[in-house]
């Protein structure tokens, strides 16, 4: 397989590599290692839990209804989700019309896996809707979800990475 047409740059050190999974460089076949579906989980979940504690803090704290509160929370998490691979691909030289479809291609499914999981068991568990910024279960039930919600997204990375979508579009671009 030709390696240049997934790679221009050829002074990578080990630690790239490692950091690209192996879809990078060989297909499809080879698959991504749990390592790479974690650190690519784990920088959607940041993106995602800023924008959505954000939105569920301003909509609480404004006294919204819990379907517009969810829909800004829901709204931010995937504006911060594509910002942070926005700007990574943005500082790897891309243009900006570039960097915008880079970004949608390499969290689009992330987010929204993530952002549905994580508001199914907001959403599911009892009183958490309707709990203020200074309850417990307002946070256990956000950060709980948070977690399940990694769990569940990070084999789909994995899967999608191993494919050369999701993330495996971003390190094409590093």
Do not use: Q
Request: one cysteine or more.
């Amino acid at each position: 397989m030709d390696h240049s047409a997934h790679h221009t740059d050829t002074t990578h050190t080990p630690i790239d590599h490692e950091d690209h999974g192996h879809a990078a460089h060989h297909g499809a076949h080879a698959g991504a290692s749990w390592s790479t579906a974690a650190k690519a989980t784990l920088h959607c979940l940041t993106g995602c839990a800023i924008g959505e504690i954000l939105g569920m803090v301003i909509g609480t704290a404004l006294m919204w209804g819990n379907v517009p509160t969810m829909v800004l929370a829901i709204t931010l998490a995937f504006l911060f989700g594509y910002s942070f691979t926005l700007f990574a691909v943005l500082r790897a030289g891309l243009d900006l019309k570039s960097a915008i479809k880079v970004a949608l291609a390499a969290d689009t499914v992330s987010i929204a896996v993530m952002e549905l999981v994580d508001n199914t068991i907001i959403a599911i568990t009892p009183g958490a809707m309707d709990a203020h910024l200074s309850d417990g279960l307002f946070w256990s039930a956000l950060l709980g979800g948070f977690a399940v919600a990694f769990l569940i997204t990070m084999p789909v990375n994995k899967r999608m990475i191993g494919r050369g979508k999701g993330h495996a579009v971003v390190h094409a671009h590093h």
